[in-house]
């Protein structure tokens, strides 16, 4: 929902990053004002992902020019758990495994640490418990998923679930989702949706990347961003969505070419 | 001068070099003071102190030219002289200190405690004990150890030999037959440091009856820090068809030297298990010994070792087959950081009449730091030719990624890597038969580990 005069809790200017010396992102450059959904799209391998990560603070990245503001503040100036707790949350495209770490203690542990951040007790096992239960129900998830490993044997779609878990507890201001929609038959995707539909509100803001206009079907986006070879190209209303599944990509870089 | 050894010892090469340390050199002479016990079990044990200590005369300190301590020098005792018998005076404890309240483990149905290897009553529980178990230390005892103290193979190696030149006093636990005994019986070895390093010989025999089941949690501790060599020898019979669950915990200070050794013997169709999980030590290492002698017998040996700081943590395992139909499953795991090493020598031997054995063996290794070392070495010895063996190693760091997904939920760096080593440890820890011990022993890792970023 596009809101006149509200905070911009994100602003990228001109974003530069590498990778073990190969330059990714090429001068990327967006905001994201409080209770807007942007949508991005954009071929295999012209650094979506990596725009994510770089978001959340993956070392393996080196920034090289530009600024990202989040909430005012110089974002690359903290740790990749200061930036969760101060309401920067990813959705993994690839959620990793993480074998022997029970689901429900590494859940309590984050929301905990958030918690903290905030100057609040930290809830116990009980009180937990009973919070996780309530936020289960937002992506229809089977109480059983608590008891095993993190994502360890999880399909596809059960472990998009569990990152909209984590995202219902933590309630971050800014959410990236990176391909959630991606491998998910139609009901899942209804149910993530919906998921992620309850938990917007005027104050916090989405950033889905997607392949698909099918998501922005069920999460209506105000802003469609094309992503291209490490920078935002083209930026459009929900009909660019639907033009892009119609045509690919081919037709923005002839644009282009003709607008140089 | 000659000494007969057995056909599966290898500690026992003698050294006559200019360097040899006698292991009557290692302490002060031993006044092996009258023991206080019945006339029959004083008889024996004096007789089984005298071959040992005949035999100890002889024996010199095991060095890296041995292939058996190859990864683990034992120079650092050489410059302690420990002390003997001076320290043996009784210790009075209280039973209601908040230091040993919190070892006490609620789900066990008895507890003997040992402090400075001296039996302390008033801090053991064996009052109602159930149908079919004894439980005592070597002064309790009738004539029941004759045949089984100090008759598994490997009775001559050093440390062994060591231990039973100074054998004072024992924890001995006995389960009758077809008595199922599902609650643990909880040994309790303490060390209580005195300014002087001690040569301590704790020793436990335990004899599960056929078809009888034992829960047993045996715990070594130093309350504080101390420079003790503790040699403890554990012997375990488990007769046809009997079960043996055991959890042996070494959590020693990190300065005391601990030399362990836990000899069984498996008769048909019987069932061992080991949960033993290693912490303490500046040197520690780790015998563990499974002689299977029936048909159908099943071996689990679990294993967690724990090293930091200057520590050189050693386990050594062998199972020798003997029968058909046996199987065993091994799974050790290292976790190493600082400049710490970890030994894993695993021997498995299945000799021609072993037919149909299954055993797998793995050593997984977790390195915290670049400095940390792990040295690993299957030993497979497979005659047979009908068999299912297999083993593997293997030596991983933290996942960056891993601990990049628990950063980017709010948990800081060590957070990320403490929630790590415990998945990495859980499922070591999970099947030991008390909660509070587990939680305990988390705790405990979490505190002994530092991970460096790689
Ligand atoms: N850690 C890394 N090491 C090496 N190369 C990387 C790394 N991360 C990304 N890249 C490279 O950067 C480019 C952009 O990758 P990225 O994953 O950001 O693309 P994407 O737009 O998310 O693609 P997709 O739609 O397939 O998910 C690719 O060429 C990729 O190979
Ligand atoms: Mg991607």
């Keep these: 929902m596009i809101v006149e005069n509200s905070e911009v809790i994100l602003s990228v200017q001109d974003l530069t990053a590498d990778v073990d010396g190969t330059p990714i992102l090429k001068g990327l450059s967006l905001e994201i004002k409080a209770g807007e959904i942007h949508a991005i799209m954009g071929p295999n391998g012209s650094g979506k992902s990596t725009f994510s990560k770089v978001l959340a603070g993956h070392p393996a990245y080196t920034i090289t020019g530009g600024t990202v503001l989040f909430k005012g503040q110089n974002l690359f100036e903290s740790e990749p758990e200061e930036r969760s707790r101060s309401g920067v949350f990813l959705a993994f495209q690839y959620p990793l495994e993480i074998p022997g770490v029970s689901n429900l203690d590494f859940l309590r542990v984050a929301y905990n640490s958030k918690r903290k951040h905030q100057g609040l007790d930290e809830l116990d096992v009980f009180d937990f418990d009973e919070l996780v239960q309530e936020r289960l129900a937002i992506v229809k998830m089977n109480p059983s998923f608590l008891e095993r490993s993190v994502n360890e044997g999880f399909s596809g779609g059960e472990k998009k679930r569990n990152e909209i878990l984590q995202m219902a507890l933590l309630e971050p201001t800014l959410a990236i989702l990176d391909e959630t929609d991606s491998g998910l038959d139609i009901d899942a995707l209804k149910i993530v949706a919906n998921g992620v539909n309850q938990l917007t509100r005027p104050d916090n803001a989405i950033l889905m990347i997607t392949h698909y206009q099918r998501l922005l079907d069920y999460i209506v986006p105000d802003y469609v961003h094309v992503m291209e070879a490490g920078k935002i190209v083209t930026t459009g209303s929900k009909a660019l969505a639907l033009e892009l599944e119609a045509r690919g990509y081919d037709w923005i870089r002839e644009e282009e070419a003709i607008a140089k | ?454």
């Design chain 2, 1 to 454: 001068m000659t000494i007969q050894v057995s056909t599966d010892l290898d500690l026992q090469s003698v050294d006559h070099s200019a360097h040899a340390v006698y292991l009557s050199d290692l302490c002060e002479r031993l006044d092996l003071d009258q023991l206080a016990l019945g006339a029959e079990t004083a008889a024996l044990v004096q007789s089984l102190r005298d071959r040992a200590s005949a035999l100890a005369q002889e024996l010199t300190l095991p060095t890296t030219r041995q292939e058996e301590w190859r990864f683990t020098d034992l120079a650092p005792l050489r410059q302690i002289k420990f002390a003997g018998s001076a320290w043996r005076q009784r210790v009075l404890a209280n039973p209601d200190s908040e230091a040993f309240k919190n070892l006490i483990l609620p789900e066990a149905v008895a507890r003997l405690v040992f402090v400075n290897n001296c039996y302390m009553p008033e801090l053991s529980a064996i009052a109602n004990l159930p149908t079919g178990l004894a439980i005592s230390s070597l002064a309790g005892q009738g004539g029941a150890i004759a045949g089984y103290l100090g008759q598994q193979p490997g009775a001559e190696e050093v440390f062994t030999t060591l231990n039973t030149a100074h054998l004072t006093e024992a924890a001995v636990i006995r389960v009758q037959r077809h008595q199922v005994i599902e609650s643990p019986v909880h040994l309790l070895f303490i060390s209580s440091p005195v300014p002087a390093s001690r040569l301590v010989s704790p020793r436990c025999l335990v004899v599960a009856e056929p078809s009888s089941s034992l829960t047993l949690v045996e715990e070594y501790l130093t309350l504080g820090t101390g420079t003790d060599l503790i040699n403890a020898v554990t012997e375990i019979w488990l007769q046809e068809n009997a079960q043996v669950n055991h959890t042996r915990i070494q959590r020693h200070s990190q300065t005391d030297f601990h030399i362990g050794k836990t000899a069984v013997s498996q008769a048909r169709d019987s069932r061992y298990t080991c949960h033993a999980v290693s912490l303490g030590g500046r040197i520690s290492r780790h015998n563990l010994k499974v002689h299977s002698t029936g048909q159908q017998t099943e071996t689990t040996l679990n294993g967690l070792t724990v090293a930091a700081g200057e520590q050189l943590a050693d386990t050594h395992s062998a199972i020798g087959f003997s029968q058909p139909h046996c199987t065993s499953h091994q799974l050790h795991k290292c976790i190493v950081s600082d400049r710490a090493r970890g030994v894993f020598n695993g021997k498995v031997s299945v000799p021609k009449a072993a037919q149909l054995t299954d055993a797998s063996q793995l050593n997984r290794n977790l390195l915290l730091s670049p400095k940390a070392r792990i040295d690993t070495k299957p030993q497979l010895e497979i005659v047979a030719d009908n068999v299912k063996c297999s083993h593997g190693a293997t030596v991983s760091q933290l996942e960056a990624e891993e601990v990049f997904y628990l950063q980017s939920r709010g948990l800081d760096y060590q957070s990320a890597c403490n929630l790590l080593v415990e998945g990495f440890a859980v499922e070591m820890l999970e099947q030991i038969p008390s909660a509070t011990l587990r939680r305990t022993l988390s705790q405990l890792i979490l505190s002994q580990i530092r991970t460096e970023p790689a």
